[in-house]
Structures are given as C-alpha cells and as structure tokens.
C-alpha cells in the first residue's frame, strides 16, 4: 500500500497538494493564496525522479489517500555541527476521506523505517502553529519540539 510515487500517481498528488493549501491558507491566509499548491505538475514529475526527495504514497489501489514528501540532507565535516545524516519531512497529507484511518501513521512508520534503513540520524518536520491537528499527530508518533521559529508581523 505505501510505495514510492510514479509518474501516474501525479493527478492524486496535486489533489492533496491542494488539501495542503487549504489547511495553510485557513491557517495563515496573510501568508498563503488560497486554491494553489506548492508544486506544479511540472516539478512533481523532477521530484519523483529525484533520489534525494523520495516521494511516498498510500495507494488502496483506487486512489492516493495520503503522501509523504521528503529530503534528505547529510551534514559532513561542519566546523560547528555534529556529522549526521537527516530525513526532512517537507510535506504530509492525508486526504481528508481518509483521516482517522490510520493512512498517516502507516505513512509516517515507513518514513521512520525508510530512514532508519538509509542511516538517518534523525527525522525532522516543520508545522505551523494552529495546525492542532498536526501537531497532536507527530507527538502521537514520538516526535518532540527541537526548536521554535517565531515572528513579529509589521
């Protein structure tokens, strides 16, 4: 059921893209248009083919009921910074028909796993503030605040 994205899964992607802005722009309107994604169908197709940005998918074989967008990114030999070899979650969605049937922690389990398996030190993610949802999400799943970004809006 989870597998990483093809081509053909593309349609279903940008569906949950869009899902993704909705949650954003209702969340932060002065930040995010509403009715767009974060990517085109364009760069979709570059990011399935790239190795460094695995795309995962849940696919029932109807549809694709929730993806994971990832990065990983390997720090070496920094002055300042430990060695270490992390997965960034840049995206996570499940479609809204489908929460609260467990489509997110199975996909957020085979990240981990994913990320075990390549030598990751650690998994990492970012979520806005006021996405509650989300944020009792990834503590369900283990996840702790390693630090906090803040703003002051002129």
């Known amino acids: 059921m989870i597998r990483k994205a093809e081509k053909r899964d593309i ?17 932060r309107p002065d930040l995010f248009k509403t009715n767009t994604t974060k990517y085109n169908e364009n760069e979709l197709e570059e990011l399935i083919d790239n190795s460094n940005n ?55 389990e085979y990240v981990r796993d994913y990320a075990r398996q390549i030598g990751c030190y650690n998994i990492t993610l970012n979520v806005w503030e006021g996405n509650d949802a989300a944020i009792c999400f990834y503590k369900s799943m283990g996840m702790q605040v390693q630090k906090t970004g803040m703003e002051t809006i002129l």
């Open 11 to 27: 349609g279903g992607l940008m569906n949950l893209l869009h899902q993704v802005d909705a949650v954003h722009h209702n969340i």
């Open 54 to 108: 695995p795309i995962f998918v849940f696919d029932d074989s109807n549809q694709i009921l929730g993806h994971a967008f990832c990065q990983v990114t390997e720090v070496k030999n920094h002055h300042l910074l430990q060695d270490a070899k992390t997965l960034y979650i840049d995206d996570i969605c499940v479609d809204v028909d489908a929460r609260g049937k467990h489509v997110g922690s199975a996909l957020y």
